[in-house]
Nanobody, 115 residues
Framework: QVQLVESGGGLVQPGGSLRLSCAAS????????MGWYRQAPGKDRELVAY???????NYADSVKGRFTTSRDNAKNTVYLQMNSLKSEDTAVYYC?????????WGQGTLVTVSS
């Protein structure tokens, strides 16, 4: 079993920055990809960004140039650096990990962008 614990959400003003962290524990071997989804009120969950264990990264068009995901293998942690935040980035952000054909989710962390 893999457990994911997220941190770093909160309230930020438009144009501000936040960094989300997602720490993996348990059976972390064979985790191929880790990344982030988000779900805004009344909307479907959408992929934000992911990174693989071979260094591939991918981003939703809506966050390209503003968000950066990175992975610290020594700490078994993936990060989402969010800059130039907009009100439309307000959502619950969920970390995930793909391992052995299964997907594990974190508990979610709320990001609110508001003045």
């Amino acid at each position: 079993q893999v457990q994911l614990v997220e941190s770093g959400g909160g309230l930020v003003q438009p144009g501000g920055s936040l960094r989300l962290s997602c720490a993996a524990s348990g059976s972390i071997a064979q985790i191929y990809a880790m990344g982030w989804y988000r779900q805004a009120p009344g909307k479907d969950r959408e992929l934000v960004a992911y990174t693989t264990n071979v260094g591939t990264t991918n981003y939703a068009d809506s966050v390209k140039g503003r968000f950066t995901t990175s992975r610290d293998n020594a700490k078994n942690t993936v990060y989402l650096q969010m800059n130039s935040l907009k009100s439309e980035d307000t959502a619950v952000y969920y970390c995930y990990a793909n391992r052995a054909g299964l997907r594990v989710w974190g508990q979610g962390t709320l990001v609110t962008v508001s003045s």
